[in-house]
């Protein structure tokens, strides 16, 4: 998921909001047919999406279809894989071998209409019930397909039965921090990107910074938004700053200049392999000029 930094949801029957997203400087829109859209709206929403698709935007097109243990399921990717989607995104995932299912799904469809087999990417949410973030080490089976592991707090406390997932101070109980760190980890062993959850309370922008930076320090590459106002903050906190390429690039000098050492020291620090391979991801992700 190169280049990928925030990922607007919009409900998949709103063609006024899906006008806004696509219009916005969010890098992926996530056509959502799951929890924001009500089951009798659900037809109309396919086909809106899959004029969406089909009509083409510069930006990646992600459809959030419904859980693979619903009926849903099935008439969701039988609308929108033909209008090719950048991926699927799965929700309530409980493991690699529901991945390894919507891939079955998406192979046939693919054949059948006339597409490389494989292209379609999948996108799972990995932490939404007890079951799935217990399966956080199953996903390195299914490198192939997956794109990205997101997490999320509500659908997990719902599961749980939790009355919320914060803490009185506001940050995440354990159990979700818990969630967090094995979607961080399960993303890893995958080679997938590690997405940081959506921040609910849209209106607070000093808060949602909080925790995109939280996100990127701790090494997620992206952060699922519901908002538009929200995109700007996630962007800038996920492409790295000037100071940060610049140091990036004296370190990849030092192991790979023409006086390249193994082990070295840069302003007081010791330099080795980690710190090149840090350096090496910032460049990156750094802005094409
Ligand atoms: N994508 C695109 N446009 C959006 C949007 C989104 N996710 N959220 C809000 N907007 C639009 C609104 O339609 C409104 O445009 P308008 O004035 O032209 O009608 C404008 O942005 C301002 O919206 P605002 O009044 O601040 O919010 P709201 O009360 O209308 O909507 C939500 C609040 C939460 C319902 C809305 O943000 C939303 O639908 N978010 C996505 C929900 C979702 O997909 N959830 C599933 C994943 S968790
Ligand atoms: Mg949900």
Redesign the pocket.
């Known amino acids: 998921m190169e280049n990928v930094r925030s990922l ?4 998949g029957d709103s063609d ?2 899906i006008a ?2 696509l219009a ?1 400087s969010a890098d992926a829109v996530i056509l ?1 047919l799951e ?2 859209v009500l089951p009798a709206q659900r037809p109309a929403a396919r086909e809106l999406c899959r004029s969406v698709l089909q009509s083409g935007s510069g930006k990646k097109l992600v459809v959030r279809i419904n859980p693979l243990d619903t009926p849903d399921a099935l008439a969701d990717l039988a609308a929108v894989v033909r209008g090719r989607p950048y991926a699927i995104m799965l929700p309530k995932c409980r493991s690699a071998q529901d991945v390894r299912v919507v891939g079955y799904h998406l192979s046939a469809l693919e054949a059948r209409d006339g597409m490389t087999v494989g292209a379609t990417k999948v996108l799972s949410i990995a932490t939404e019930t007890a079951e799935s973030v217990l399966a956080a080490g199953s996903y390195a089976a299914e490198a192939s397909r997956l794109a990205g592991l997101l997490w999320g707090a509500e659908d997990l406390a719902a599961d749980i039965g939790a009355r919320s997932s914060r803490q009185l101070d506001g940050r995440y109980a354990a159990a979700y921090r818990l969630a967090r760190e094995l979607c961080l980890l399960a993303a890893t062993t995958a080679r997938a990107a590690p997405i940081d959850a ?1 921040y609910t309370d ?1 209106r607070n922008q000093a808060g949602l910074k909080l925790e995109a930076e939280a996100a990127a320090r701790d090494g997620f590459t992206a952060k699922a938004a ?3 106002d929200q995109v700007a903050v996630i962007n800038e906190v996920f492409t790295p700053t000037s100071d940060e390429i610049a140091h990036a690039r004296r370190i990849v000098e030092v192991f790979e200049g023409a006086a390249a050492t193994g082990v070295a020291a840069l302003d007081g620090k010791m330099l080795a392999r980690p710190e090149l391979l840090i350096a090496k991801r910032t460049l990156s992700r750094a802005p094409q000029p």
């Open positions: 607007l949801f919009v409900p006024r909001k806004k997203a916005s959502d929890d924001s959506v849209f519901i908002h538009p």
